[in-house]
């Protein structure tokens, strides 16, 4: 079983949501203390299955962003990719996202504790 399996596993056991795996992105937090995702820009297309765990506190938190949403217009997108550049600061629990200043906090939808025995 892959890491997202496990993940969608976990949020589905605790919180009922069915996370779709094609149109899902994870995080955990990196090097930099930040979570950092770069979902296509197809994900705009469908209702877009964001995760952001943080490993420190074993805690997952579970957003779905509407398809065709104006939030993709104000996105950050890469140049030498098509995709988009989320930066998000661990404990900024608004979800500010660090390069365009939109804010996630209204699409968490809900959040659920892990333990390290679930991976």
């Not at 596993?9 to 995080?27: D, F, P």
């Not at 509407?66 to 998000?88: A, G, M, Q």
Request: hydrophobic share 35%; charged share 30%; aromatic share 14%.
């Amino acid at each position: 079983m892959t890491k997202n399996e496990k993940i969608i596993n976990i949020v589905y056991n605790r919180t009922g949501i069915k996370l779709n795996k094609a149109q899902l992105n994870l995080s955990t937090i990196n090097q930099t203390g930040e979570y950092s995702v770069e979902p296509n820009f197809k994900r705009k297309l469908d209702d877009w299955h964001l995760v952001l765990i943080n490993t420190r506190q074993k805690i997952i938190f579970i957003f779905i962003i509407p398809k065709n949403h104006n939030v993709y217009s104000n996105l950050y997108k890469r140049n030498d990719k098509s995709v988009y550049r989320l930066i998000f600061d661990v404990n900024d629990m608004n979800f500010r996202e660090k390069l365009r200043y939109e804010r996630f906090d209204k699409y968490l939808i809900a959040q659920c504790k892990y333990n390290e025995n679930n991976f």
